[in-house]
């Protein structure tokens, strides 16, 4: 019987090799999948790991359906026993709807793997429809960490090294066509923070250039 499964986790706790491991898994036993994707680091139609690995794939764009894709693909005498899905925050509800309905009615496993939550702390659209859908929902166990050493479990949106809290919720490389108030010509980026160090906006260049104030309980030094 085919399943819905999600596995989630901040930026930097290997959700993209493991997207890679579960197709690497599923073909090695004779299976035949897809992989899927929404604007990777590497660029379009591309699933890239941290760890140098990459694989093509075919981009899900907001338009994209999954169903129309995978029903024309088995018309065509296609096999598809699973699907691998990354990036999966910014796929659109409609779009896990979709890959749902490929579970219950094509009997075709979903692996989705993606960010829960964005840079406000607030749940991706698509991350919410993937959480209210899915059989089942695994934190991934490798621990990113924030720059003090404790596990980081928030994402930052930074720029110039100093993190931001306002903006639209997809932001990937340049800021300036999509009137994103952290502006033209700043070096936008992403950092993984602990909980308590996003609550205080201590970003990694904040702390080792000493312009943060201790925070409470905190002994100077410490984490730093």
């Known amino acids: 019987?085919?399943?819905?499964?999600?596995?989630?986790?901040?930026?930097?706790?290997?959700?993209?090799?493991?997207?890679?491991?579960?197709?690497?898994?599923?073909?090695?036993?004779?299976?035949?999948?897809r992989l899927f994707t929404?604007?990777?680091?590497?660029?379009?139609?591309?699933i890239s790991s941290r760890l140098g690995l990459r694989r093509?794939?075919?981009?899900?764009?907001?338009?994209?359906?999954?169903?129309?894709?995978?029903?024309?693909?088995?018309?065509?005498?296609?096999?598809?026993?699973?699907?691998?899905c990354d990036e999966t925050q910014f796929y659109t509800p409609e779009q896990v709807d979709d890959l749902a309905r490929l579970v219950d009615e094509l009997d075709i496993d979903v692996f989705a793997v993606g960010i829960l939550t964005d840079f406000q702390t607030q749940l991706f659209p698509g991350s919410r429809r993937l959480v209210e859908l899915c059989d089942?929902?695994?934190?991934?166990?490798?621990?990113a960490l924030c720059w003090c050493g404790r596990r980081a479990t928030h994402n930052a949106r930074t720029v110039d090294?100093?993190?931001?809290?306002?903006g639209a919720q997809v932001v990937v490389g340049d800021t300036a066509d999509v009137g994103d108030p952290v502006a033209d010509g700043d070096a936008v980026a992403y950092e993984v923070l602990c909980r308590r160090h996003h609550r205080a906006h201590v970003t990694r260049l904040v702390a080792h250039a000493g312009l943060a104030e201790?925070?409470?309980?905190?002994?100077?030094?410490?984490?730093?």
């Open 56 to 84: 093509a794939a075919v981009e899900v764009h907001p338009t994209f359906g999954f169903w129309t894709y995978v029903v024309e693909q088995l018309s065509a005498g296609a096999r598809i026993d699973y699907v691998v």
């Open 38 to 46: 929404s604007r990777d680091r590497a660029g379009e139609a591309i």
């Open 1 to 33: 019987m085919a399943s819905f499964r999600y596995f989630t986790g901040p930026m930097d706790c290997g959700k993209s090799t493991l997207a890679l491991q579960i197709d690497h898994t599923h073909a090695g036993r004779g299976r035949r999948g």
């Open 214 to 224: 201790t925070l409470p309980f905190e002994p100077s030094g410490t984490d730093r």
């Open 161 to 166: 090294g100093l993190m931001v809290v306002e």
């Open 136 to 143: 089942s929902m695994e934190v991934l166990q490798v621990e």
